[in-house]
């Protein structure tokens, strides 16, 4: 938990998310990808948590895996203090009115077969209960919010310029009136002379309708500008968590420290000296032993290469910091406690296809 003053919306408890590889004519499991291992977090109401790191880390997986677009491996997810890690299909389809999603590509996301009014109304005729009228009206009243121009209803998506599109993917997540969403890096395919705007109408929303955020993104600069708390992932699990000024003003994993030396920025004095990391992001289908990080860590010891470094807390019980290394235990001693343990579990294997064989059968504006 990143505060205990504030409920969370969300929490999720220990979700795992391996993706199987099949190979041979009996399509039998013989690795996993372990794109999620063991997050956990909690988001309080109104307030926007940012998960930063590599591409490949797991961002989007978790962001998928917590609204149920892909099944978790194992793990619970909470919202509003309810497990609905095992919701049948029809809760989760109620559910969907409170939980959102933007997504990243506004090219791929929205269908060119279809007009604005039908891309937008599409989740209000899922849930029922509205009128053609009402609905038409809801839609003009969202699109407005999102600052487009109600007349456009008729017009189909290669008609409207990048941004514009986003503006259609986050009235399309608003039209419910959600109170989470889950915005899958909804400026990185955007030229940067839009992002700013996006940037700002996503934070305006959020404090006109006290919206939840879940704010995937690897660019720090605007995930500075946006949360409220932010966790840094590498190879699918969480190496730092914490508000946003203690994480940006006192990073203690190495692999933080580097992320924020690369923010460029124009003020001298705030330059930090760059580190340069060597090497690729392990494969996630075989990650090292001990600590994912020591093969490009500068300062890996014998001891990562072998022992798996738990997550701790170097912060107050009011203002929880959360550290994935062995450095925070040696700098903050037995004053960090540790907030997870690693288990290391396998997933229940996926039943295997019925087959003929006789063996047996994871509040400043942006410029
Ligand atoms: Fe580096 Fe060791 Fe800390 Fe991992 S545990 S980040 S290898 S110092």
Redo the contacts with the bound molecule.
């Keep these: 938990m990143l505060s205990k003053s504030k409920q969370p919306l969300l929490s999720i408890q220990n979700l795992v998310k391996y993706f199987p590889i099949r190979k041979g004519i009996f399509s039998r499991v013989v690795a996993n990808v372990h794109a999620v291992d063991d997050v956990s977090f909690d988001i309080p109401e109104g307030e926007t948590l940012s998960l930063v790191g590599e591409s490949g880390c797991g961002k989007t997986t978790t962001g998928r895996t917590l609204l149920r677009l892909i099944e978790p491996t194992s793990g619970k997810i909470f919202y509003n203090g309810t497990d609905i890690a095992n919701a049948s299909t029809s809760q989760m389809r109620a559910l969907r009115k409170d939980m959102q999603i933007v997504f990243q590509d506004p090219y791929g996301s929205l269908n060119p077969r279809m007009t604005i009014q039908s891309i937008v109304e599409e989740g209000l005729i899922i849930q029922g209960g509205y009128t053609a009228s009402e609905r038409k009206d809801l839609v003009c009243q969202t699109l407005k919010k999102c600052g487009l121009d109600p007349s456009y209803i008729s017009r189909y998506p290669h008609e409207f310029s990048g941004g514009q599109r986003q503006r259609v993917c986050i009235a399309r997540a608003l039209v419910l009136s959600p109170k989470f969403v889950v915005l899958d890096e909804p400026i990185s395919a955007l030229d940067v002379s839009i992002q700013a705007q996006i940037i700002n109408l996503l934070a305006d929303l959020r404090d006109e309708y006290n919206l939840t955020y879940l704010f995937i993104s690897h660019d720090l600069s605007v995930v500075e500008y946006l949360s409220n708390h932010v966790a840094v992932m590498y190879l699918g699990k969480i ?1 730092e968590m914490a508000d946003k000024a203690t994480l940006y003003g006192n990073p203690v ?3 933080t420290q580097a992320l924020l030396s690369a923010i460029p920025t124009v003020d001298p004095s705030k330059r930090r000296s760059r580190i340069v990391l060597q090497g690729d992001v392990p494969s996630p289908i075989n990650p090292p032993q ?5 093969p490009r ?5 014998e ?3 072998t022992e798996a ?1 738990q997550l701790i807390n170097i912060g107050t019980a009011d203002n929880v910091h959360q550290v ?5 235990e040696k700098d903050f001693g037995t004053s960090g406690q540790t907030i997870q343990t690693v288990e290391k579990k396998e997933p229940t294997p996926p039943k295997q296809p019925q087959g003929k064989s006789k063996k047996k059968s994871g509040k400043k504006r942006r410029k």
């Design positions: 190496v994993h190495p692999y001990g600590c994912h990080f020591h860590c500068p300062h890996a010891t001891r990562c290469r470094p994935r290394c062995f450095l925070a």
